[in-house]
């Protein structure tokens, strides 16, 4: 979905239309800020050639863009594979480790601006979580195992099977299909009952609010998701005059997934509410606010839209306020605190 963004920002500087493109009515438009989600979207595996991205990406911030990649996964490996280093003015955001990080990066690389720091009882709690949750699958029949602690969550295994190692993303319906088998053996609900039977098991072992999440092969138990990344990615963007209808939203996690709704599965937060995650599926999404931006006499933005009072909500709850000035180059200039 990059490309769309970056032809379109090129000649939306003093046009109208995208060039070489055949782009639907909503996106024939300019956009302030592009949001997209890294494995199965900017490249299909992490083992692809990321540099077409990577110009892409530096020609975006190098026109005023902002731009924000939202990922489960951590620095090491976003900015290994994209290795971008832009010089404004535009920025690009990692908001990774479902929800817990997110970094600026710069010329000299990510620096982290934003981070969840767990207590010594939090980290307690979640791996009492993850042991309850894998010992009460256990009591169903259904082999289960903690592979993995990471940034504060914990990751179980309901498919530690040898054909199952390392699946890829492309072959996530054939995954699905499996789990759903081994659950439907062990007498479970599908991914739907073990997404509350590992929050239950969170709130008992006195994780305050525990956030679900499942890849269909994984289930994770943690004190982040990604409507973390997004909260604080639209609110940081409020702030600097970009309003949720100048963002352009991509990525192959939007819908359900095995009966649960979520980052593309399942999520559920620890009072219980379902969230249909913010990524798309493949596909451009726009967000539901739709604010056009004011333009001078020849077309070119003069100005970010400004607001005053509470900030809107994001399709994830985004907060916050921001406001920004476009020069007479047409890019955006930060407006000093």
């Not at 832009?86 to 601006?113: I, K, Q």
């Not at 195992?145 to 072959?171: F, G, Y």
């Amino acid at each position: 979905m990059i490309p769309v963004g970056a032809a379109y920002l090129q000649s939306g500087s003093g046009g109208d239309v995208a060039v070489g493109l055949h782009l639907p009515p909503p996106l024939q438009r300019r956009f302030e800020a592009v949001v997209f989600d890294w494995d199965g979207t900017a490249v299909p595996d992490r083992d692809a050639d990321a540099s077409r991205v990577r110009g892409l990406v530096e020609e975006l911030c190098s026109l005023g863009a902002d731009v924000v990649v939202v990922s489960g996964t951590h620095v090491g490996n976003i900015d290994g594979q994209l290795c971008a280093r832009p010089t404004g003015p535009g920025r690009l955001l990692l908001a990774l480790n479902r929800g817990s990080e997110t970094f600026e990066v710069g010329p000299d690389g990510p620096v982290v601006v934003e981070r969840r720091e767990a207590t010594p009882e939090e980290e307690a709690a979640l791996d009492r979580a993850a042991e309850l949750t894998v010992a009460r699958l256990a009591e169903h029949g259904l082999e289960a195992t903690i592979v993995s602690q990471r940034l504060n969550r914990r990751k179980i295994d309901l498919i530690p099977l040898p054909e199952w190692e390392d699946p890829p993303k492309a072959h996530i319906d054939e995954l699905l299909a499996a789990v759903e088998a081994r659950l439907r053996d062990a007498e479970l609900a599908g991914l739907p009952e073990v997404v509350d039977l590992a929050l239950q098991s969170a709130r008992e072992s006195g994780v305050a609010d525990p956030r679900v999440t499942s890849d269909a092969k994984h289930v994770e138990i943690g004190l982040t998701d990604k409507s973390d990344s997004t909260r604080y990615v639209f609110g940081d963007l409020w702030r600097r005059g970009v309003a949720p209808g100048l963002v352009l939203v991509a990525g192959d996690e939007i819908g359900p997934l095995g009966g649960c709704g979520g980052e593309r599965l399942a999520h559920a937060r620890g009072g219980g509410e379902r969230c249909d995650g913010l990524l798309g599926r493949r596909r451009a999404q726009r967000s539901p606010r739709r604010c056009a931006p004011p333009r001078g006499r020849s077309g070119r933005v003069l100005r970010g839209p400004r607001r005053s009072g509470a900030a809107p909500r994001s399709p994830c709850g985004a907060t916050g306020r921001r406001d920004s000035r476009l020069d007479d180059g047409g890019r955006r200039g930060r407006r000093e605190p």
